[in-house]
Each structure stands twice: as C-alpha cells, then as structure tokens.
C-alpha cells in the first residue's frame, strides 16, 4: 500500500465513507489464503514479483501437492514442478486440464499473458542434461516466453556450438545447463552480450561432488556475464530468464 | 562472420575485387593483440559482450596492471578492479584522467555511451558490505547505468528494508550484497518483480567460512528471482544487472 | 549428594545408626540401570535435567527400542522419536496406553507435570518442514508446554509472518524450522525479544547440502538472539525451549 | 502496532483529532536512524528484542566504529564488541565515560536497567578459550546479569568439573566455549537442568578446522539442552542467556 | 583448416573451379550430426582427438544409449562405459556384433586400427578395485593397446608389488587404482620411469569419503610421475595411456 | 631376510651345498598366493605384522568372498569383517566349522595362540554403537585377547562410565566407539593411563556428516592417550589394541 | 578413590579416630589447583594418565606459560610444548634449569623415571617433516623412553626405508610423520608388527589441505595397525607410543 | 636388480670370482645417501625414474636447501623449485653456475641429455597464472624438451586460442593452466590427441577455494584426454609431459 492510496483511505474514514471495520481489514491486509496448518498460500505473489506461487513438489505428499494445486489453480496459471510420475495423479485429477510430462516433471496448466521483448535460449551441454532443460523450457512457457532448445553442444567439441551461435545471439537472455565440469557457461558467456544463467547439473560422478563441481565452475567463470543457480534449479534459471525477456 | 559476409566475401574473391591475402585475413581474423608474453587482449569484447575488457589486478604486478590498463585505455572506456591503493600508482599514472577510488578499490576512465532503460538498486545488509556494493555501484556508472544505494538494511530489522520499498520498486534489477548469514537477497527477492543478483560477502567469521555460508544460503533461496555470483564480486553482479537495465 | 547430605550420612555412621554397607552403597551410589549389555539406562535424569531419557529410535532394532521403552515408561513419562511406522509396532505394544503419531514419527505416553510460565510458538518456512515442527510440538506437550502452529510463514512472502505476530509475542521461547536457504530464524529473532531456536532441515536439494546450509545461515545469523540446533532436531529445541517455558 | 493501537488511532482522524499527516507518520513509521550511506541505525531494537543495537566492530573502520557508537551511546547502553585495541582509540574518545577492556575486547558504557531471576554460568575447558568467556561475561553485566566464573574446567579432568557443580546449578543457564574437541557442553548438559548454550572456539590446530570441528561436536550432542552458537561468539550466547535469566 | 588450405580453396573459387556453395560449404563445415533434440554427435572426433566419441550411459536411458550406439558403430568402433546389466540390452541388440561384458559395464564393438609402441601396465590395490581396472582394460583393448594386469597388490605387502616390477617396466604408462588409502600410485611412481595415471576409486567407508581420500592422496603424491583422474574413472586412464603407448 | 641369512645362503652356493635355482628362488622369494586375477594373498602376513590377512566383505562379491576364505583358511586363524547376512552363506559353507555372528558381521574361525598381558577394555558411548564394538571383540577373541564390554556409558550421564572404572583400570588398552559428538575417548582417556583407542561411529544424522563429526571430535581430544581409526573400523581398533595386550 | 579405601575412611569415623572434617575434605577431594581464573592445574594427572600435565602453549599469552610452567615444574618434570621462540623467554627464566629447544619448539625440565620395555622408532617421509618428529622425540626423552630417529625415508624411494628394517623391527611401536600424500604409515604398517601411530603433518600446499589429506589417507590405511593423531601433533603421537613402550 | 643380473653375480660367488662381502653389498645395495638426519637423497632416482631428485623448497629453511641442492649438483643437472627469492641466495652460492629465476621461483644448472620426439605445449588462461607456467617451462627445459608458450588464452574469449591451434598441434603434450573455474583444459582437449596435462591455480577469490574450484573442474571434464595435477604444481606437470616427449 503507497502512500497515497494510504492517504486516500484515510480521507475517507475522516468523511465517514469508510467503516472503521473496513480500515482495519485494508490496513491489515492479509494476501494469503491458510489451508488449515498445511500451508500458507501467498495468493498476491503474482502482483508482487510478476509469478503465482509454484509448487516445489519434491518434499511434499501427493495429498499435499494436490490439495495446494487445486487452490492455486483457481486463482491462475498452475505450475508444479519436480513432481515425480508416482506422486503426479492425485494433483493432475484435482485440477482439470493440467498437463503432465515425465521428462520434465512438471504439471501445468495455463499461461500467463504477458508480452515478452523475445526469446530466451536454452542450452545444455550433454543429452543427460536434457531433463533440467526441459524444466526450464516449460517454464518459459508458462511465463509467455519462447525458450530455443540448444541441445548437446559441450566443450570437448566446441564447433557444435558455434554452429547454433546466430539462435544463441537472438535471445533477450541464455540458460545454459551443465554437470561435470560445468565449463559451457563460461564459453556462451564470452559469445553473446546477454545475461547467462548457469545451471549446475548433478550429472556426473565422483569428483562431481552431486554438482557442487560445476557450481563451483560457473560461480568462478570468467566471463562476467554468469550468474548462478541451484544444482538442476531449471525452473528458477528460467523464472529470471524470463522476468529479463519480459523486460 | 555469417553466411552472408561470407558469401559475399567470396563473391568479390570471384570477381577479382579482393586479394587471397586480403580474404585470408578477413576469414582468420584476430580480434585480439598481444601485449609480448604477457597478455593476449580480447579487443573485441566490447562489440561481442557488450563491456571491454575489465581487469582484475589482485593477483597481478602493479607494472603488469599499468601495461594492460594503457592499451585498453586507448580503445575504449577503462575499469580495473580489485587495485589496492599500494599498486594503484603506476596504472594511474599510465593512464592520463583516470580516477582512484580507495574505498571501491577501482580504476576508472570513461563511460559507455549506451542507454539505459532504468535505474539499478544496490542493497546491503551491513556498513561492512559497502566496499563490496561501490564496487557494483562504480561498474554501473562505466556502463552508462545509474546506481541507486539502498543500504544497512539487513533482515534482524526488517522494517529498515520495507522503507525503502519505493527504491527497489523502479529498479530494472537489484543487486543485493550480504555476508555472515546472507538472507537479504530472497527478502528482497520476494518484495519485487525483477531480478535480484545476490552477492554474497566475505564479512562475517567462524561458519561463515570465507563468505560460503552466504553464498550457500543465496543459491538455496526459496524467491525464485534470485541469481548468485562469486564471493564480493560486485563487479559481475553490476554488469548483469547492467545487462538487464539496458535491455 | 551434597556437603549437608554427606555430613548426615557421616554422622549416622558415627553413632551406629548406618551400617558401613549402607554408607557404602550411598556413596558409590547407581542412579542407572543396566539391560545387560545393551542399555545402561540414565534412570536419574529426570531429577537432574528435567527431563526422563528420551529414546532416540533411528538406528536401533524395533526389538530394542521396545525393551527400552517397556523400562522407562515403568518410570514416568515416555518419549520416542524418529519411530518409523515399520518399527513402531513392538513398542507401542510394549507399552500399554502408548499413542504413535506417523508425521512426527513419535511415540508417547503420559506428561510431565510441572508448571510453565507460557507457551512456546513452532514456526517453519515451508509445508515440507512440517513434521520437524511436530516432532517439536509433541515433546513441548509431553514437558507439559503449550506448543502455538505458526507454519509455511517463509521469507519470500514475508507479510505471512507479520501477520501472526502476535502469537509470537506471547510466547516465551521460540522454535522456526527452515529448509533451504534457513533465513527465517534471523526474520523472526529480529522482531521478538525472546530465545529463537533455529531448527535446520533437511528440506532442500542441491546446494542445501543435506540441511548444512540452512544450519550454516542460522549460525551466522545476525539476530543476536538465535542459538542453532542439529539437522532435523525438532526434539531438541522442544527440550530448550521447554526449559525457557518452565523458568 | 497493533490492532487497538490502530483502531484507537483511525477513531482520533474520524473524530478531526488527529491530522491526515500526523497519522500517515505513525502508520509509516521510521524506528531507525540513517547516518547518510554508512549506517541504517536500528534505534527500536530495545522495545522490540530486549537489548540495543551492538556494534560488530571486526570488519568497520575506527571511524565507522566511533560514528555509530556516538550515535547508539546518546540513546542507551553502548557495547562494541571485537574491537581490537588498535582501533579502540577513537570510538572510546568519541564516547565519554566508555571503558575499554583489551581481554574482552570490548567496549562498553552503562548497563541495561531490567531485573534478573539469577545469574549465568559462563565455563570454559581451558586458559585459551577464556577472551571469548570475557566477551560473554561483559555483556551479561552490560544487560544486567551477574555471570559466574567457571574456568579451565575441560573434560580431560573431569573432576575440576564437578567440583564446581553447586555454582553450575545456581544458575538461571550455562554458557560453555571450548575449543579442540568441544566435549563440555554435553558434559555440562548432563549435569544441569537449564538451558546450556555451546560456543566453539577456534582454539586448536589442525583437524579443529578453525573451530568447526567442536561447532559439530556440539551440533551433535548427545545432551538434549544444549544449542549453539557461531564460533568464538561469547556475545550472542551471552545475549540468549541473559534473556532467559531476565524471563 | 590451416592456411594452406584456405588458400588453396580460395584459389580454387577465383579460378572457378569451385562454386560458392561448395566453398561456403567447406568453410562453415559441419562436423557433427544432429539426432533431433536428443544428442550432437560429434563424427569428427577421431580425426581431432584420436579416438571415437564413446558413450557415457550412466544417467542416460537405454534408449538414448540404444540410439547414440546404433549411430556411433555406423562409423567406427562403438565404446559404451557404465552401462549397467539392467540397461544393456537395447544398446546390445542395436548393434549385432557388440559385446557387454559385466564385469567392466562396458559394450563395444570393433577396434582402432593403429599401431602402438609398447603395452601398458593395469595395476589396482586390492580385488575390489577390479571393476575399473577392467574397464580401463577394455578401453585399450579397443584402442588397440595391449593391457597387462597387476592386481591385488596393495601397499600392507610391498612385496607383492615388487615381484610384478618387470611387468611393470615394460610398460609405456601405468595405470593404477586404488581405493582406500591410495597409497598405491606413488610406489609405482617411485618405481617406473613411466607416465604413472592414478584412478582413485569409491572402495573403502567412512573417511574415504566415496573416493575424495585416494583422489587427494594421488594429487599430493611425492613421486612426480603421476597425474590423477576423476573416481573410478578407468576408461580416462586409459585413453590417455593409450595415447602415449601410440607414441 | 636379513644379512645373517644371506651370508649363510651365498656361502652355501659358494660350496655347492645350494644350487643357483634354489637360491634364485629364495632370494626372488614370494610370500603370497596368486588366485588368477582375483587376488593376491598375503600368506606370509603373520609372521610379518602379527595376524593373518583379513577379508574386508564389503564390496567383494559373495563368491570372491568364499575363494578367499577358504584359501586363508586352509593357512591359518580365519576372519571375515563386515559380511552382510545375504552375503555369508557361501564363505560359511566353504569353510567347515566356521561361524557367522549378525551383530558383528563377522564370519571366524580359529584363534591365535599368543600369550597376552591382559585383557582390553571396549566401549561405547549408547546401544546404537553395540554393532562396532562386538566387530572389536571378535577381533580381539580371534587373536587370543580378552574384551571387557563397557556399553551405554556416553558423556550426558557420566556416573554410568565412572561406576566402570575398576573394569576400565585392568584393561592393558581401552578402545572407545562413539557417534553423534564422539565426546567419550576424551574423557575415558583422562580417567586411565592406558592408550585409548577411538572409533568414531556412523550413529548420527545430520550434522553427524555420517561419521566424520565424530571423527574430528577424536582427533581433537584434549587427552592425549588418545589415537583414532576410520569411522566404524573396530576391526582395526581391536587388532592395535590386541597389539598393545600382547606386549 | 576405591571401595577399600572408602570402608577404611569410614571405619575411622565409626571409631572416631577421623573427624567428620577430615572425612569430608577426603571424599569431596581437590586433586587441583586453582590459579586465580587463569588456570586449573590438574595436579593429580600423572597418577591417573601417567604423565603430568603438559602445556600447549600455542594460544596463550608468554606470561600465561611462564605463570602455568613455574607451578607444574615445581610438581615433577615439565614439558611444554608449540612455544615459539619469541614467546619462550619469560618461561625459561621461570623455570630454572629448563631448555629450550627451536627445532622442536619444546620447553622441557628433568624426565619421569619408569622404565620402559624398549625403545620407539620415529620416521618421517621427508626432510620437512623433521620439527613435528623432534617434538615427539623430545616428548619420548621426557617420558624416559629412547626414540630411534628414522627420517627423509618416504614411499617413492621405498629402498631407503626398506634399508632401516632392523631399526624399525626392535622398537615397540613406531610414529611416522608424512605430510603430501601421507602414504609412509601404511607402508610401514605392512612390515612391521607393532603399533604405527600416523602423524599427518602440515607439509605440502594446494590438496594437501593444511594436513588434511594426508590425515585422511592414514585413517583410511589397509594398515590395520595404523592409528592416528592430529595434524602435526607429535607430542600426542609419543605419549601414546611410550605408553605402549613402558607396558 | 633384475633375475640375469643375480645369477651373473650368485655365479662369480660360486665361481670365487667374488668375494661374499662384494655380494652382500650388491645384494643389500644402498642407492641413496645419508646426510646426517637431515635428509637420505635418493641419488639412483635418475635411472630409476629418468630424473634426478629434485628439491622442493617451499617448507626447508635456506641453509637445508644450500646443503642438498650441494649434494645434488655434484651428481647432475640440479632443479630446485618453490625457492623464494628471499631463501634463493645460500643454495645460489653453494652451487657454482647454477641460476636463478624470480618469476618461475626456480633454481637450475644443467640439463639432461635425452633426446625427445618433440615439443611440449604451455598454456594458460590468464596472465595470472604465468609463474605457474614458467616453472613448467623451466623443468621441461632441465629434462631436455622445448616448451611452446601459449599465454592468456582463456575461455571467455575462446578466438584467441583456437588461433594458436597450429602451435597445440605439433606438441607431443599440451600442459594447461587455469584459475579460477578452469575450464581450458576440456576446450584444449576437445581440440588435440595428445594427452593435455590440467594445472589448477590458485589464482581467483571466494568459491575458487584456494584452487580447488578448478581442481574439480579438471577431475570432471568431459575431455577424455585430460589428467590432473596438484594445484599450482608445474613441476609435476612437465615432468609426465617431458616422460610423453621423450617416449
């Protein structure tokens, strides 16, 4: 609540316009919606930093995921995400018209009606990677961005990449997924003159320490366009990808 | 070099109206020069990336700074960080009009003459995390951007933060410096519908190991905004930020 | 067995009115008992620490924790936490009148009867923290405080918690489990005036190092009034802040 | 404010008695002090958690430190703390009457005016971990506790220990630093009824990691009334104590 | 492409004895092949780095790895590594002559027609390290190097090793693996005046921390002939001792 | 072989007496049994370090297991450490009258005859440990070496370790196993003067970084009797203290 | 005090030929003294551990050392030990007739007089390693007990140690001190029957981790007669060793 | 000492031709050299492992350095590295002819005289990482083999190495420097079929932890031609890629 708006209450509770009760209520707000001692649903989200809340399902029961999608999804667009195929039914049953897909492992339903100043690339760095993408893609869509898979395009073969560098140069932003040594960020980093989102993957094994390895990497790159999310954090590398589309 | 040039390029070889020498150059390129052993500088960056190249000093010799901060002077706008007042001398005086600044420990000539499509906030949690923030605020104002100081406004007394609400508001992208726990960036990150840029600091003791505490806490942020960069790297949390204020 | 006690028991000795055996067994005395090799049980504690043992179920047999149940709950009040369903049957059956809660993974029977001075507030970040906070809640009823729910009140929608302040205010100590980043702990310490005990969970992925970073954040937190517990701890900071209810 | 304060408060503009401008002060409040872009001073922070803001003097300047300690030291208690006596001069100049002690290395003025139900325990295992019990101890006398001396009483001789047990148990809470392998809070905590609060000190070499080694000792304690605090942070234990001795 | 043959190609166009699309052709090259959105198989490989690109199955499915197989052997010897028994078969039956063999977890069909300098020497310190000694054996195999197997001769006997040091001396490069300790590698090295390539494998509990214990152990060795490989990763040691036995 | 030997056997060729065959092969020696490439035994291992080889189970198969065991067998005292119960069948029915103990996770056979000095003291801190330190007792029966069992006695009720001090007195070494803190060796060994042998154990959850909290704690001790193995080694803690029994 | 004792005690109160003020100063004991809030000497260590009480003088002040050292000098031999020479002044001129030794950084007075049952080999792996292997000869001279010096003998030039066999063979136990890569325990625990006390040390930089692999290396040795002390803690690896030495 | 070689020397015992004291030294051997308990220099190495022992000096004092590098030179060439410029002078002077380099911190006199198949390349990212190349330089020119410089070519601006490609190619070994995230390496590798030797560096700040950032990176890249060295250690480094080069 601005200033102003403040000052145009209180002017009418001073001109009796406004109920005491109704001051209070405004004064105090209350843009959350309590499921019981489940959950607190911050129903104003998408107001406040352009997003409806979504549901991070991974430690939550498929009653709970259910039972919070269906209350979001009256409300807006729906995005679940790392819901895994055995937790999935209860929540696609409860809200009509989701969709579900196992690579990605998100239920959505909807999108968000936005105009977005262009496209955001999506690159990766090997096949096993694909699913972390693919998070982030299903995001972008959700938003109202257009993601541009680049798929494959490691370092030990860096022709690969720069042969996709005319769709990586006309995107508002990139994401750029890698496990093991987490080296691609840096490299797309010095192609373009955009915002590079590293997602650190968990592929890999032994020294890749589950994805701190890569963390590591693009946390040091050298380009100074990177920045860094979470071990396979697909959906908030696209979340920011798309609030800088968006513009 | 797109098809396009390429082919044309060729063309004007068919006809006769370009030399084999002149072509080979064109098609090898050498969008760099070396400074001798020394350094291969990547003159090129600025149209590629959008920024030339900045130096990092810390670990290099103050005759080896002067060198480099000569050569790029002469092409462009000029920024070195991390020069600490006993080797900032001889890169000063190698470059005529540049300006010191002790407490952003940064070397600056010149700005880009880009425009940009709004302000950037740069928010602390302490007094100790300012050095951190000039940095970025510095960095923003050599990338034509302007900087808004939001800071001491930590989360043990959040209500400092909430003031400034209006601030973060018109902001393009927030950078949010904070060490010992690190919480600021996902208050804030909850609070506006822009990116956030968390910059966790080395200000702190005991866990907070070196700064790796913060930065943990920033990467497993619960706001969906926010992107990390290296321990008190201001200067990479201000060129993205500055990424996205351009557009 | 303090210096009065000793005295008395001395001067009986002195008029024949103890045997050298009796004074013996007095002053080498046994508060345990031993279940053969198995247990060596801390009988006295109750007397001692406020509290009788409390088993703790994890890493022993179902046959176990029901032998040792069946002996305290003889005693006094009996608590068991991190029960799984698989091995709670035997010791439910062990102890007549003995209730088992699966989402606080606990078992009890009876409570302790002494007077607090107020009630406790369990507070959580997130949905998936709940079963820490009822692992809590159950130990503050068992010690006989009063637990008050405060939960899914996370940093990102920071106006869900400003909303249950007073319920933080009338309590006399409080608990705030947070996954992930952890940063509610520092929130809630900066606008209460009494002990806040973090519980650190295991709610997270990635960079969350199994609970390590949210322990790390509570560590370092900057609210001078948070002391930190172990991972999934919820039982021990019910302990202490049970003791900081009795007074 | 809560919502008898605002009622009271929007009844005072219906009824004229209160200005438009008068109310939109009180409902926008500022409880804090800005000293230009140094410092965002918390000046509530009494009210709202039971002590004024302390200053962490590690990593300010002399003259940041003097700044702000002027401005807290015209408002109430002062206590700076880990200021080394290189730095000390100029804050302790800027404060009249302020007392400087190099063991604690701190700096103080005045005490808190609140009344206490008893005394705090402050022990430690050995002579090097005894600045940080200083700390601890300064500023339970600054928020009006008396602390109780305990020291050089570590596990290896168990009996030093016990034999001070009556001035253990007299006390409202046990604030115990260690150092090397951090045994004695849960040494302590098997003794005690009382809330014992763990602080690891970053005395020792090696495998003691700086101090995290007895951090996770303590973290892991087998006594269930022990929390922890940062390492080497005698102040935020001393702090928690005192609240609970306060009540 | 060097510059002869740009010049030469270029001569070719201004001769007209190339056309433009044959020149942009070889200029853009294409050294890869696209399989959809699931992978870019890099066909070029074994001009560029000596050996075909071999397949990680790890976190790929079987039908990715069935995919990428039928394509690989369609052009030159087929290497799949991690390939668990569960997931062999589609890979198996898609390409008629493979072998899986499970000890190594490796399919391959084929080898590399090259010649080699001498064989190199496969050592590992007790029976569990067989897996990846076997893996590494295979790998040479199908490089066309020949493996000799040392195994089970750990540091606790000396003497075991010892009585092997022929075999070891007519070896161009030794591998060994080692879990626990991984003492292993430095004996060797201060035995050979060979490449000495270190694999540190998970065998071992508790402080071998999956493999991190022998990996640090082989970085510090004090014989300076060995360099290090990534846990467990027998097919790295010996694609680059199969690059050095080739001479 | 020392000097004395091998002067006897060079002058023994000198004389005819030895053919170069028989002393080419004593002077190449070979105290150890190649099985295939499966394993190389250290048969002469008794004479040298005191004990016969010993299979470590864990990730051998079941049939590697059961080729080992018999070998040993057939030389010797045989004794097979952490062998799951799936596994042990075929070990147990290769070796005639063998016996497998599912606490321990041993499979024995035989003892050694050596006279020892005394018996040795095993401990732990709560039931939890019961699992590593029978694996201890084992050990040391097989070696010919009374175990004292002194279990349950952890730091949080001290008197149940001080009523056991006469056992802990007439031990020759005391071996201590704690997880979680892994306070007890410290105080053990500033109650005997014997070598105190700690074994971290993997009893614990979160901050217990499965075993290695309790690791750093032991390495830390402030009494310095106290040495440290690998978290849950008491086949390793058993065999030095058997060591130091035998004198 | 022992059951024997304790009736002894009390039969002479029962005959009244002990006060009831002797007997309580008898039972409530003070095997300490107490110096101010310095220190508490722990004055009865020797009859309990074997050794009196030693001083680690790393992190306390000069005249801390010198206050403690004078009072245990006056009780029987003195040793302390990590005393720089900068810091050793005033403790030598407290103690009369004490020495000062700068390769070892010991201060040490007169020695115990038990007889031992041989002597203890002390090797290193290199010649950096010599401080760490002085302070434990040093300590074994203190305890009566003769140190056998074994050093620069590391792994990867294994002939020289295997040409100090017989050194190693008559000692009663051995204490290796490596750093880098840690591997000489192990090795030596393979030839050698008696308990090897590995001590990893500081020397080496990058992975060695300040100690840390070298220290992980020991615990996890195939050595089973490998134990392990701190990084650099040779003092705790010959206490240790001369208990085992004296029986 | 190989079999033909002990039946030569056990048939000239039999035959007279050598006394018993001539075949026991053989037997026995003593490839090293006592100096004192100073050091035991492994002076067979050059035969045994193709180079001479080599000193480092990081943790000797200057005058050990002076007495061993004197020892060292009179047998051979005399590599000493890590000598700081401070401690360079006794071993300069106690080494006539020998010379000193401030940048690689090394000191050299002579090379050895084996003929090798080619060069060795040295790369680095940044000018930063310099004197960890140069020592690399160095140490392949004492073995005889000639370095290729190929500086500041780091991955953020990946033109500037793919222009040096020619220079990568004719090298036998490619030796690759970086700091912080360390992804050269994977590119070279991806680019040549010679065995590229990764050097981590400690050159960056914050998550470069010291140089285990791209210690990591390396371990995990997905160029199946890249092994690893100690961080900063260019010794190591040359020393395998001169073994490669020399054949």
Redesign the interface.
């Known amino acids: 609540m601005?200033?102003k708006t403040?000052?145009a209450l209180?002017?009418r509770?001073?001109r009796?316009q406004a109920s005491?009760d109704e001051?209070?209520a405004a004064?105090?707000?209350?843009?959350?919606e309590r499921l019981g001692?489940?959950?607190?649903l911050?129903t104003h989200?998408t107001l406040?930093?352009?997003?409806p809340?979504?549901v991070l399902a991974?430690?939550?029961t498929a009653a709970?995921v259910a039972a919070?999608a269906r209350t979001l999804a009256a409300r807006g667009p729906l995005l679940v995400t790392?819901l895994s195929p055995a937790k999935a039914g209860p929540a696609r049953r409860a809200v009509k018209g989701s969709v579900y897909d196992p690579v990605s492992r998100t239920l959505r339903k909807g999108r968000m009606d936005l105009p977005a100043?262009g496209p955001v690339a999506v690159c990766c760095?090997?096949?096993?990677d694909?699913p972390v993408c693919e998070e982030a893609a299903v995001t972008l869509e959700v938003m109202g961005v257009e993601p541009i898979?680049v798929?494959?395009?490691?370092?030990?073969?860096?022709?690969?990449l720069l042969?996709r560098r005319?769709d990586l140069e006309r995107a508002r932003a990139v994401i750029v997924a890698a496990g093991?040594?987490?080296?691609l960020p840096?490299?797309v980093?010095?192609?373009?003159?955009?915002?590079v989102?590293g997602v650190?993957t968990?592929?890999?094994?032994?020294?890749?320490?589950?994805?701190?390895?890569?963390?590591?990497?693009?946390?040091?790159?050298?380009?100074?366009?990177?920045?860094?999310?979470?071990?396979?954090?697909g959906?908030?590398?696209a979340?920011?990808a798309g609030?800088?589309a968006r513009?």
Chains 1, 2, 3, 4, 5, 6, 7, 8 share one sequence.
Do not use: W
Not at 27 to 32: C, M, Q, S, T
Not at 48 to 51: A, P, S, T
Not at 180 to 183: K, L, P
């Open positions: 601005d200033e403040l000052r209180l002017a509770v001073k009796g005491l001051a209070v004064l105090k707000g209350a843009p959350f001692d489940l959950a607190t911050d989200r406040r930093v352009g997003m809340e979504v991974e430690s939550k709970q919070i790392r100043r760095a090997g096949t096993s694909i898979r798929y494959d395009v490691g370092v030990a073969g860096i022709h690969r042969a005319d093991m040594e987490g080296a840096s490299v980093g010095g192609l373009v003159g955009r915002p989102i650190p968990s592929v890999g094994y032994g020294a890749s320490l589950g994805g701190l390895a890569p963390l590591f990497t693009m946390l040091n790159s050298c380009a100074p366009n990177v920045t860094v999310v979470n071990v396979d954090n959906f908030g590398a979340f920011v609030l800088v513009g």
